[in-house]
């Protein structure tokens, strides 16, 4: 049983820093791919970044692009989302996901993802 677990969310100032984990177990497969997405209140869920676990390649979309960056720790079976400069309009629930590696998947909508985490707050104050 495939479970993600993310944490590190919280309040924080426009123009701060905020770091996210997610936590997973269970997934069998080193050929995977996780991902971050967002979702703000009346807003669908959002790509944010993903990264291939097996070499690190990662994709970013437009908006965070040199702000955020997503990284692996394959020993702690953990991805990481280090976001810098951060903007109001980027507060959302930001959820952890992971799937198969597969070509002909596209990991940028929620339809390329298998498993979810249960999402965490991230507040920017302006």
């Known amino acids: 049983q495939v479970q993600l677990v993310e944490s590190g969310g919280g309040l924080v100032q426009a123009g701060g820093s905020l770091g996210l984990s997610c936590e997973a177990s269970g997934l069998t497969s080193s050929s995977y791919v996780m991902g971050w997405f967002r979702q703000a209140p009346g807003k669908e869920r959002e790509f944010v970044a993903r990264?291939?676990?097996?070499?690190?390649?990662?994709i970013y979309v437009d908006s965070v692009k040199g702000r955020f960056t997503i990284s692996r720790d394959n020993a702690k079976n953990t991805v990481y989302l280090q976001m810098n400069s951060l903007k109001p309009e980027e507060t959302a629930v930001y959820y952890c996901?992971?799937?198969?590696?597969?070509?002909?998947?596209?990991?940028?909508?929620?339809?390329?993802?298998?498993?979810w985490g249960q999402g965490t707050q991230v507040t920017v104050s302006s």
């Open positions: 996901a992971a799937a198969a590696w597969d070509l002909r998947r596209s990991y940028y909508n929620t339809g390329g993802y298998d498993y």
């Open positions: 990264i291939r676990w097996r070499d690190g390649g990662s």
